[in-house]
Each structure stands twice: as structure tokens, then as C-alpha cells.
């Protein structure tokens, strides 16, 4: 089956479990697309162990044809990023860059090396020979927020404002730092090769602020073609260069396409909305992306859900698995709590920033990617033929499935808290 055949299938069954989830379920879209994705699968594994019909193989290996680190990271992503960014409000985000540079970088980096020492512990007390690098490798993939996660997710619950745009901007702009930890750890562990402080700060530059930059001047030459057309049709379209020929440029000159999405996004979001579009394009402007969004959304966590059926589960696998889901929550608690200590110095907050920030942190597809760009081979355990990939690899989906599945779910009464406490005593959201 073609890659294009195989996308259309994932379509149809991504829209199949939508439209019965609108008329039964009623679920956010992309948990009950994730939840159905994971039931199908069962069911294939548990047919094909059973005997009833071989479809388990064949799944998996329709699963791996599509490549799913290259579907996302060089395909998709900067479509559902791009289409995230139109939605946020420049104000909101000056309001809280201080907060958002905090969660963005030290939460991240706190976070990384939490997760990586204390993984490490765990192993030694289990007596398994898992190096304290490659620990430290899932800490720095696991602690960035997932902004395609969260936006498909938290965005769309209404929080109150100060905690969505710092929940959402921590998710959009905290890919460019995590990069540059998961790279410099990634080079330390197969490269080869001993990163310097030189060769650190120069990732750091080309990548997180040359996208920016990029971003910037991609953003403000879309803005001007818009600008000077009055076709309407045209204008819409005009918008689609960003995340296709604008995102595979910036893979061509090193720099991040992700967070070149995100500026651009921004950049006409908010002032080609305000003075480039016509008065038509400014009404279907977000109409026609929610809907590009929604349907790349729905193929996405739709993969995620059916992943599993490409993987292989020991028992050491689940013990790991069900230990890396609260070690995650527990760092990302510590991170973000630890930051609004400093943060309560210079502003009133919420009382539920922290539990929505902790709990609302989702991780999703991007962290499986960057866990499936790690090389097989690299043996752990050799007689059960366990290898560093595959379990840097469980592990992720459990927190991601965990995430999406579970603090996705159960995020709204915090949310709702936070709405009813907002009303009752902080009527003037600018002390």
C-alpha cells in the first residue's frame, strides 16, 4: 500500500470514530480518536495471538511503513503549528514573556535532569544496565510540552487567561530548548563526538533564534503578499506557503522550522488579521484552519493510539512504564511549582496555576518522534534482546498515552475551579 493510500485509510477511520464519538460519546475529539485507535488495536493483537485472523503483523508493519518520526516532524507539524499560532493574542503573550521564558527554559532543563537522575536510581535498585545518559536522554525528550497536545486539548476548555496563554506559549516556544538539550545529549550518547560549551551556544543560536529570526521574516513577507492582493481566495491560500515551502526552507538553512511556525503564526494571527486580510478572509481565516487542524489532528493521535502495535513488551518494559508516568507528573509538579516561587515575588496568581500547569502539561506525538529517531541496536539486555530504544520508547507512549488519555480527560474541573475562583476574586486581571 502506497504512503498515500495508507494516510487516506488513517483519514477514514480517524472521521469514522469522530462522527460516532459526536453522536455517542461526546469526548474531546482527539481523546476519543486516541481511545479508539488503542480498543482497535487491542483487538488486532489480542486477534492475532488468539489465532482468529493475522492481522497483528500486517498492522504493524502498515504502522512502520509511514514512518512516523518523518509523518510528524517533516510533515505535519508545521501545518498543526502554524494553525495553533494564528490563534494567539500578542498582548497576552507580552503580558507573560517572562513567565513563558521561565517554563520555556528553566522548567525544561530542571525537568531534564530530574527525570534523568532519578530514572537512573530506579534502574541501579532493578539491576538493569541502562547508562545514565541514555536516562537522561528520555528526560530531555519527555520534559518539553507538547504544544500540538495541548492545543488540541487544553486550548479549547476556555481557561482563564493568564494560565492558558502561559500554558500554551510554554508549549509553543519551549520546542527550540529542548532541541538543543535532546541534540547535545543525543551527540554525547551515538555521536561520537564531545560537545563544547562553543558548540552548545552555536546549536543554541542557529537553531532556537535563528527559527526565530526566520520566523520573523517569514511571517512579515506573508503579511506584505496579503497585504497587496484583494482576492480573497488568494489570501487564504497565501497563507499555506508557511508551513509547507516555509517550513521545508528552514529544514534547507539549519534552523527550527517549529518555532519559525510559531512566530510567523503570530505575525499574522494578529497583525496581517488586524491590517492584511480583507474583511471576508479576516471571518474565514480561522474557519479554514480549525478545519486543516482538525483533520491532521484527528491522523495524528490517530497513529499514536495504533504505535503500539510496532512494539515489542517484556516484563521489564511495564515495569518501567507504569514507574515513568508518575516520575514525569512529579517533575513537572517540582519544575513549575519552583517557578512560581519566583513568580509570586512580582504577581498575584491563580491558586490553581500550578495544579492546571502540572496536570495540563501533556506530552504527545512530538516526544514519540524524537524517542523513534533513537537507534536499535544498542543492547540492554541482550538474552530477552531489549535494547535502549525500545525502552526509551515504552516509556514514552505510557506518558503520552497517559497524558492525552487521562490528564486530557480529567483536566476540566481544575479548569473549572480556576474559572469560578477568577470570577469571585480577581475581577481585575491586571494587578
Known sequence: ?????????????????????????????????????????????????????????????????????????????????????????????????????????????????????????????????????????????????????????VKKMNAPRRISTQIEGESLFNDGFGLVIF????????????????????????????????????????HYLIRHTDNHSMELMLTMLVPTSGYVFAELIEVSGPLAMVVAGIIIGNRTRRKGFSEESRQHLDHFWELVDEFLNGVLFLLIGMTMMSFSFHPEDWVLML????????????????????????????????????????RGGLALAM??????????????????REIILVMTYSVVVFSILIQGSSITPMIRRAKTWEQDNFRNPKR
Not at 469522530?18 to 480518536?33: C, E, M, P, V, Y
Not at 560537545?195 to 552548545?200: A, D, G, L, R
Request: proline letters at 4%; a neutral charge.
Open 1 to 153: 500500500m502506497s504512503v498515500y493510500a495508507t494516510l487516506c485509510l488513517l483519514a477514514a477511520i480517524a472521521m469514522l470514530i469522530s462522527l460516532i464519538n459526536d453522536r455517542i460519546g461526546k469526548f474531546q475529539t482527539t481523546i476519543a480518536i486516541t481511545a479508539g485507535a488503542l480498543i482497535l488495536s487491542l483487538i488486532i493483537v489480542i486477534a492475532g495471538h488468539a489465532g482468529w485472523f493475522a492481522l497483528d503483523e500486517n498492522a504493524a508493519h502498515f504502522i512502520n511503513e509511514l514512518n512516523f518520526e518523518d509523518f510528524l516532524l517533516k510533515g505535519i507539524l508545521g501545518f498543526l503549528l502554524f494553525a495553533g499560532a494564528l490563534g494567539i493574542k500578542l498582548p497576552h503573550l507580552r503580558d507573560q514573556k517572562w513567565e513563558i521564558a521561565t517554563l520555556a527554559m528553566g522548567s525544561t532543563l530542571f525537568s531534564t535532569f530530574f527525570i534523568g537522575f532519578a530514572l537512573w536510581g530506579l534502574v541501579t535498585l532493578l539491576g538493569i544496565d541502562f547508562d545514565l545518559i541514555y536516562c537522561l536522554l528520555f528526560g530531555a525528550l519527555i520534559s518539553p510540552t507538547d504544544p500540538i497536545a495541548v492545543l488540541a486539548i
Open 183 to 222: 541534540v547535545t545529549l543525543y551527540s554525547l550518547a551515538f555521536g561520537g563526538t564531545q560537545p563544547t560549551v562553543m558548540s552548545i551556544g552555536h546549536l543554541f543560536l542557529q537553531e532556537a533564534v535563528g527559527g526565530i529570526l526566520y520566523g520573523f521574516l517569514l511571517g512579515q513577507l506573508c
Open 323 to 362: 514507574a515513568a508516568v508518575p516520575l514525569v507528573l512529579l517533575s513537572r509538579f517540582l519544575s513549575v511549582r519552583t517557578a512560581y516561587v519566583g513568580f509570586h515575588r512580582f504577581r498575584r496568581y491563580n491558586p490553581w496555576s500550578v495544579p492546571i500547569l502540572t496536570w495540563g502539561g501533556l
Open 371 to 388: 524517542a523513534m529517531s533513537i537507534p536499535a541496536g544498542i543492547m540492554v539486555i541482550p538474552d530477552k534482546g531489549i535494547d535502549v
